[in-house]
Structure formats: structure tokens, C-alpha cells
T-cell receptor, first 114, second 114 residues
Framework: DAGVIQSPRHEVTEMGQEVTLRCKPI?????LFWYRQTMMRGLELLIY????????DSGMPEDRFSAKMPNASFSTLKIQPSEPRDSAVYFC????????????FGPGTRLTVL | DQQVKQNSPSLSVQEGRISILNCDYT??????FLWYKKYPAEGPTFLIS?????DKNEDGRFTVFLNKSAKHLSLHIVPSQPGDSAVYFC?????????????FGGGTRLMVKP
């Protein structure tokens, strides 16, 4: 299996622009997680899905952030409008049955908002 | 308030010696703990975990110790190898499932010198 796939790997955009990050989970995994890593806050869970349904979005920082999972093999995290403080590395992870010890992370998308 | 803390941002060890990485937590509801390893430009990978019903868990060169009364856990790597050089994150949850929030420490960068 190719593992969790994220695109793009790097994104540079200007403040106010819309940014869309993409994730393809491991086939057969029924949980998908979006994380953000920053110097100030470390690694934090933003939202997770079970069987394509958002379960807990309490970590989503603001209404500017939204996530969707239209099918079992694709998810997006959108920031609209983007701000410089959104600059971070965003990780997607997937898991079978939701166990933390069965969670596999993608390589991340490094977002820079100028 | 940081519920999971890794007070040493970095650690340098000679190849073949023991590496000890430490982690403290404050939330008494945490009963499942994990260590992740992260190489540059990659996502974290699960390394080893421990449930609060145990005080030790071993997997090859990696051993995690849990001291519930002190709210402290440590990861021992013996013997350390240059390939172990990475950032190590401890994480804690009230259970090994996505229904319980996973909280990460800030990470410790381990450098193993040949």
C-alpha cells in the first residue's frame, strides 16, 4: 500500500486566498484525521471522520477552516480566507477502527501564507 | 495549559549507549500513552504504546515505562543507533480510540552520534 497520500507537499499563497489541502487515506481505513503542527502549539488534532462522517471538529480553529470527506478515499481541508498565522504543516492520518496505535500519518503539507 | 510536556527539546547520545526520553502529563484521565517518531519531511510514525494497567512495555530496543503516581513516562532506546536520530513525540489519551482526544507533547529531538 502507498500509505496516506497528501497533496500538495508544499503550498505558498498570499493572505486572503483560498487554500485546499488534499488527502487520500489508506484503503480500508474507516477513520481519517486532520492535524496541524506549529511551533507555538505543537501537533494538534483539528477534526476527524468515521466512515466519511465528521465526528469531532472541536479542534478546528475558526470558521475559516472547513473539512469534507465526500467518499472513503478522499478528504479535503479548506482555509478561506487564509491568514499568515495559518502557516503550519498539516498532516492527514488514517486508522482502522479508530485506534491511536493503528494510526498512519501522511507526509504532511507545508503551508506558507504570506 | 499543556497537558503533556516534554521538557527536553533535544538530547544527544553516543551510538551504542542508552537514550532516555521523558514525558510528563497532568490530566489524571489519561490512561493510554504512545510514542511517535518523526523524521524530517515525513509524518509521525507510531513506535510503542502503554496502557495504564501496565508499568512497562517492551518492543525490541524500545521500552516505555509508566509511573502513574508521578504522571511520568519515559522511552528507553537500547542500544541507540544513528538511524534513531529523529524527533520523538509522546501522546496521551483517555483511551485507545478516536472518541478520546489525543494530546501530544512538544517533542524531543534525539541525535545519536556515530
Amino acid at each position: 500500500d502507498a500509505g496516506v497520500i497528501q497533496s500538495p507537499r508544499h503550498e505558498v499563497t498570499e493572505m486572503g486566498q483560498e487554500v485546499t489541502l488534499r488527502c487520500k487515506p489508506i484503503s480500508g481505513h474507516d477513520y481519517l484525521f486532520w492535524y496541524r503542527q506549529t511551533m507555538m502549539r505543537g501537533l494538534e488534532l483539528l477534526i476527524y471522520f468515521n466512515n466519511n462522517v465528521p465526528i469531532d471538529d472541536s479542534g478546528m480553529p475558526e470558521d475559516r477552516f472547513s473539512a469534507k470527506m465526500p467518499n472513503a478515499s478522499f478528504s479535503t481541508l479548506k482555509i478561506q480566507p487564509s491568514e499568515p498565522r495559518d502557516s503550519a504543516v498539516y498532516f492527514c492520518a488514517s486508522s482502522l477502527a479508530g485506534g491511536w496505535d493503528t494510526q498512519y500519518f501522511g507526509p504532511g503539507t507545508r503551508l506558507t501564507v504570506l | 495549559d499543556q497537558q503533556v510536556k516534554q521538557n527536553s527539546p533535544s538530547l544527544s547520545v553516543q551510538e551504542g549507549r542508552i537514550s532516555i526520553l521523558n514525558c510528563d502529563y497532568t490530566n489524571s484521565m489519561f490512561d493510554y500513552f504512545l510514542w511517535y517518531k518523526k523524521y524530517p519531511a515525513e509524518g509521525p510514525t507510531f513506535l510503542i504504546s502503554i496502557s495504564s494497567i501496565k508499568d512497562k512495555n517492551e518492543d525490541g530496543r524500545f521500552t516505555v515505562f509508566l509511573n502513574k503516581s508521578a504522571k511520568h513516562l519515559s522511552l528507553h532506546i537500547v542500544p541507540s543507533q544513528p538511524g534513531d536520530s529523529a524527533v520523538y513525540f509522546c501522546a496521551a489519551s483517555a483511551g485507545n480510540n478516536a472518541g478520546n482526544m489525543l494530546t501530544f507533547g512538544g517533542g524531543t529531538r534525539l541525535m545519536v552520534k556515530p
